[in-house]
């Protein structure tokens, strides 16, 4: 199973920074990992993470901070038909559409270690249903 894995990119560091335990996190669990990475180029960023996001079975996206594009990511992801797992930190807010959104968890963690904690359950419970 492969997951894409997602936060803003080009606005803030906040969040970016959490990329490494993730990708760490889940690649231990046995998945196969896409992470988007930074371009000049706008066209070849949507043809590569489109193609990337076609190709997964989860997206694990990172939602405390507003994003253009990871709410495109999300919303694809919808239309693609890939299960969802968006992490929220505690006390920050993402949509009520994103919340409704069908085959969607939401992670609401305080600090990295609860958030590798509660991540590392979620992949645990779907590696069971492969």
Not at 37 to 65: Q, W
Not at 101 to 107: A, C, F, R, S, W
């Amino acid at each position: 199973m492969k997951v894409y894995i997602t936060c803003p990119l080009s606005h803030s560091q906040n969040r970016e920074n959490m990329m490494p335990v993730l990708e760490e996190l889940i690649r231990e669990k046995g998945f196969d990992i896409f992470v988007p990475f930074r371009s000049d180029d706008p066209k070849e960023i949507f043809e590569r993470d489109y193609k990337e996001l076609k190709s997964s079975d989860i997206l694990v996206a990172e939602v405390s901070e507003t994003s253009h594009g990871v709410g495109m990511e999300i919303g694809l992801s919808y239309e693609i038909g890939l299960k969802r797992i968006l992490l929220l930190e505690r006390g920050k807010y993402v949509t009520k559409f994103a919340q409704g959104m069908p085959k969607t968890e939401i992670i609401i963690y305080e600090n990295i270690q609860d958030l590798k904690e509660k991540l590392n359950s979620s992949l645990d419970k779907i590696k069971i249903i492969r």
